[in-house]
């Protein structure tokens, strides 16, 4: 959107961010006025049409200013109103833009209570491994299209059992100290062996601006509004950073792969040279 042009009381033309330079000409021009007004009720004449004088040359400016502030506000608005529409768009596609996430997470979320159930004693953790595979089960596998991937007859335990065996959604639980270093949104430092956590995140931060959605409408108030796009534009810079921290995990996750691949072929050329 175009920038706020405004002229000052010199001719000065300016590009405006911000009403300050408006309002602080203002407050001058009302300052200026007040120091006439003590001559108004003096007993000379003279003093007196200089003062209405002066008064009279500044009153048209103090309306200009006014009405430059109103100009100022319906801009800001229609500037917010059109970031609005366009961050409403782009939570329109979210979604779609983290689809590979969320599947991970809703996976792992609902893969959740059969880990919890590990240490049943009783037939449950049997019983349920013996259900036929779930649709997100399905729709992960598939979305792994291998050519190994199980067939449709296969028990939920047997789905996960395969799922773990691929990168794309083999995630593990954090016992301790991983080898990925990663700050959350509150700022707490971790040590990540898989990222699970910040995929977590990501699925958390896209429902916040889901939520936001409809407060990014033309019809909202603009009080509502501000507060809408500033949360936003927040969320989604964080989103941002967390896409680029996944992106992180995979490149340095390659180094590591490429390393210990390194070192395993030198220790097995050094050992093969014994023999």
């Known amino acids: 959107m175009s920038a706020f042009v405004w002229i000052d009381r010199d001719g000065q033309r300016h590009e405006l961010e911000s009403p300050a330079p408006i309002e602080a000409e203002a407050a ?15 007993s000379d004449r003279q003093l007196r049409a200089a003062a209405r004088a002066s008064i009279g040359k500044l009153q048209p400016r103090l309306e200009q200013l006014r009405a430059d502030v109103g100009s100022w506000n319906e801009h800001a608005i229609a500037a917010t109103r059109a970031e609005a529409a366009m961050l409403a768009e782009r939570i329109d596609r979210l979604p779609t833009m983290i689809a590979d996430v969320l599947l991970v997470v809703e996976l792992h979320s609902e893969q959740a209570p059969l880990l919890d159930a590990m240490d049943d004693t009783s037939d449950t953790p049997a019983r349920m491994f013996a259900e036929p595979m779930t649709a997100i089960q399905r729709r992960a596998i598939a ?17 996960k059992a395969w799922l773990d065996t691929q990168p794309r959604f083999a ?14 949104r509150y700022g707490h430092a971790h040590r990540l ?4 956590a910040i995929e977590r995140e990501v699925v958390c931060i896209a429902e916040e601006l889901i939520r936001l959605r409809p407060a990014l409408a033309s019809i909202t108030a603009a009080d509502r509004l501000y507060e809408a796009v500033s949360s936003a534009i927040t969320s989604w810079e964080r989103l941002s950073l967390l896409q680029g921290d996944l992106e992180r995990f995979d490149r340095e996750t390659v180094v590591r792969e490429d390393a210990a691949w390194t070192a395993y ?8 040279n014994i023999l």
Not at 33 to 41: I, K, P, V, W
Not at 143 to 159: F, H, K, L, N, Q
Not at 265 to 272: L, N, T
């Open 28 to 42: 001058h021009v009302a300052l200026e006025m007040e120091q006439y007004f003590d001559f108004l009720d003096s």
């Open 143 to 159: 979305a792994c299209a291998s050519r190994a991937a199980p067939i449709d007859a296969v028990t939920r335990g047997e789905a």
């Open 171 to 184: 995630r593990g639980v954090q016992t301790g100290d991983g080898w990925f270093a990663w700050v959350d």
């Open 193 to 196: 062996a898989d990222p699970l």
């Open 265 to 272: 072929a030198a220790d097995w050329r050094s050992k093969r």
